[in-house]
């Protein structure tokens, strides 16, 4: 387990780096390439509008426990209601869904490979944060993942039915 030493760099903050670079790319100034259509640019707006929201809801709902970096701090207590009780990263997707958006209405090439870049950091980070809280938090944190899917609610989107006769073909 990583320790939190003031003022020294922690290896996950290389997570944190990439997760800052690929947001500064995407807002990166340069002309758009290729024309959008309105629905598209207005669906774009929407996941930018509703991404935004997500995270900040996220953020508010951690409130002092809140941190860049995958360690949760001292005293931190176990977040499984609110958006958490929908995805164990809302923060993370409400960001991903605003990229995406972000990206989409930038209509270049290099704001899509940095929405790339920055999934995959994402889904880095949250692999290590899932690390420290299981090993902060113990079985109380096993069975909140083992009901909680990761970043999209898939299994809550998608009728059980439907899930159960695509997996028999």
């Not at 991404?51 to 995958?70: E, F, H, K, Q, W």
């Amino acid at each position: 387990m990583q320790t939190s030493r003031p003022g020294r760099p922690q290896p996950s903050d290389l997570l944190v780096a990439g997760q800052l670079a690929s947001l500064a790319a995407i807002a990166w100034p340069g002309r758009g390439r290729w024309p959008l259509p309105a629905p598209l640019r207005a669906g774009a707006a929407v996941l930018v509008l509703a991404g935004a929201a997500v995270a900040a809801a996220s953020g508010a709902r951690l409130g002092p426990d809140l941190t860049p970096r995958v360690e949760p701090p001292e005293g931190a207590v176990l977040r499984t209601d609110g958006p958490y009780a929908v995805v164990r990263h809302p923060l993370y997707a409400g960001l991903l869904a605003a990229a995406t958006g972000a990206a989409v209405l930038r209509r270049r090439a290099e704001p899509l490979a940095a929405l790339a870049a920055l999934s995959v950091v994402l889904h880095l980070k949250a692999g290590a944060e899932e690390a420290r809280l299981e090993q902060r938090f113990g079985a109380a944190y096993r069975d909140y993942a083992a009901g909680t899917p990761r970043l999209v609610p898939v299994s809550r989107l998608v009728p059980v039915r439907w899930r159960a006769s695509r997996s028999r073909r």
